[in-house]
Structure formats: structure tokens, C-alpha cells
């Protein structure tokens, strides 16, 4: 390593460069934060406790809304905890465990919403065969490979990028352990390590997302206003996603991306159950039926 200083902490500088907006950023993000537990929550107990939504649709929701609450567990409470704390440090097993968690789980979110188009399709092109495709059994199958393929996907990533050396600077230009920010602080740093990460970004990302135009592309036009919430939330969770992950990097695009994943970490699991909401009337009487029982129940 010559005359580089090994690095054993990383500092994650995040929103440093706005001390006298880190009280107000406190707030903001914990209300948001709290939302969003308290929405997917809402959404997870009406599936439960709804027995007009057991079907395999809600069931694939239920594992969005858990695996999208997961996510933002595995960077929030951190991010919280830092806008509050002189030292923002982490060890390089800290924070190969963040990424890996939080990688693994954004990747599942994306062969769910894969699993949910391929649902709508056999409903809908296949309304009579439907009960017998789409069994519990195979509902379950669905899941646990989302999970299992993204965490291997995100293993993979975590293992390129932590078998690096890193040196001299140990500040994360970032408010977690992303990708981009990281490799960027590695003094062997390679084009072979940025094009291998980018083709397991680009197999989830990509792969995934063509899954679901293909479903939608012989699901047909006419059926879209019925699968609006889903093509809704793919729009948004992709582009977020798509800009950070599958555009050319450089040093200098770092704050882009960290603006960028403010929205994708705490706006996209923000908005997912709205939509859902909002936009499904079977949702919104479950969701009705919930909080009176919850208002009886207090009374």
C-alpha cells in the first residue's frame, strides 16, 4: 500500500454541510419516518385482518410494504442518530452490514413488484386458471426468491466492493454507506470493479423492470386502469432508483446521488402505501374497518 494510511472507521459526512439545518432535518426526517411505519403498518394489518384481501395480490403488498419498512429501517434510525451526534463513525463490518442490508432489501422490493405484474397478467389473461397458477404455495415461492436472489445479489456487491483497499480519506460523501460513495474512497478503485457492479445493479434494475413491461405489454391496454397503483409505484420506484444506480458516475455527482436517495429512501416508502391506498377502493374500506376498530377499541 506504500505510503497509504489504512483506513479501519469511515465518517459518513451526509448532511454535515448544513449544521445549523440539522435540528429542522431531525424533525422532518423522524415525522416522515414514523409515517411511513405507521402506513405500511396500516396496510400490513389491514391484509391481515381483511379476509376479502387474502388473495395472492395482497399477499405479494403485504411482503412490498414489510420489505419496504425493513429497508428503510436499515438507514433511517442511523441517519437520526447522526444528525444528533458529534461523532457520525462507523467500522468498515458496520458498515458492509448496512449496505448489505439495505441492498439486499431494495433488490427484493424489486422482484416483488416483478412478482405483483406477473400476478395481474395471470389474472387477467388467465382469469380461469388463475386459483390453480397463482396457490398460496407458489405465492410463497415468489417471496422467498425475491428475498433470497436479492440478498445474493447484494452479498456479491458488498464482497467486490470490500475486498478493495481503502486508504488516506475515510469521509463518505454520503448520509449511509451507498455504492458509489464508497468505492470512490478505495486506492485500487478499477473500471473492472465499476463495470461489475453496475451488471448486478443493471440485472436487478433492468431485468426486473423488463418483467413487468413484458406482463403489462400482453396484459394489454385496456387493463392498465386496473393495475394503476402498481404501474404507479414501478414508475416512481424506478426512475429514483434507475438515476443513482444505472447512469455513468464521476466524483463530482455524488450530491446528485445523495439528494437523489433522500427520495428513493424516505419518499418512495412514503408514497407506496398512499398510492396503494388512494388509488383501491377494496384497500380503503379495509383500512376503514381497521381504524374504527381501532376507535371502538379506545372507546
Known amino acids: 500500500m506504500g505510503n497509504h494510511t489504512a483506513v479501519s472507521t469511515f465518517l ?8 445549523d439545518l440539522q435540528t429542522l432535518l431531525f424533525v422532518m426526517i423522524l415525522f416522515s419516518h414514523a409515517t411511513i411505519l405507521a402506513a405500511n403498518a396500516s396496510v400490513m394489518v389491514a391484509i391481515k385482518c381483511t379476509h376479502n384481501l387474502h388473495t395472492p395480490l395482497y399477499f405479494l403488498l ?13 438507514i433511517i434510525p442511523r441517519l437520526l442518530v447522526d444528525l444528533l451526534s458529534e461523532s457520525k463513525t462507523l467500522s468498515l463490518s458496520e458498515c458492509a452490514t448496512q449496505m448489505l442490508f439495505f441492498f439486499g432489501l431494495s433488490c427484493s ?6 412478482a405483483m405484474s406477473y400476478d395481474r397478467y395471470t389474472a387477467i389473461r388467465n382469469p380461469l386458471h388463475y386459483a390453480t397458477l397463482m396457490t398460496p404455495k407458489v405465492c410463497f415461492q415468489l417471496m422467498t426468491a425475491s428475498w433470497v436472489v436479492g440478498f445474493l445479489v447484494s452479498l456479491c456487491i ?19 454507506c451507498d455504492i458509489s460513495p464508497v468505492m470512490c474512497l478505495a486506492c485500487d478503485y478499477t473500471l473492472y470493479h465499476e463495470m461489475a457492479v453496475f451488471v448486478f445493479s443493471a440485472f436487478v434494475l433492468g431485468g426486473s423492470f423488463i418483467l ?17 397503483s402498481h404501474l404507479t409505484v414501478v414508475c416512481i420506484h424506478y426512475a429514483f432508483a434507475g438515476f443513482v444506480y444505472l447512469r455513468p458516475k464521476d466524483r463530482d455527482s455524488v450530491r446528485e446521488d445523495m439528494l437523489m436517495a433522500v427520495a428513493y429512501t424516505i419518499l418512495t416508502p412514503l408514497l407506496n402505501p398512499i398510492v396503494y391506498s388512494l388509488r383501491n377502493k377494496e384497500m380503503q374500506v379495509a383500512l376503514r374497518k381497521v381504524l374504527d376498530n381501532i376507535l ?4
Open 212 to 228: 413487468i413491461m413484458i406482463s403489462y405489454i400482453f396484459i394489454g391496454c385496456k387493463a392498465f386502469s386496473t393495475c394503476s
Open 158 to 176: 458488498v464482497v467486490i466492493i470490500f475486498n478493495l483497499s481503502f486508504c488516506d480519506s475515510n469521509v463518505i460523501q454520503h448520509f449511509f
Open 109 to 114: 422490493n424489486c422482484f416483488i413488484m416483478s
Open 12 to 19: 459518513l459526512w451526509g448532511f454535515s454541510s448544513f449544521p
Open 296 to 299: 371502538h377499541t379506545q372507546i
Open 62 to 74: 403485504g411482503g412490498l410494504s414489510f420489505s419496504e419498512t425493513c429497508t428503510t429501517m436499515a
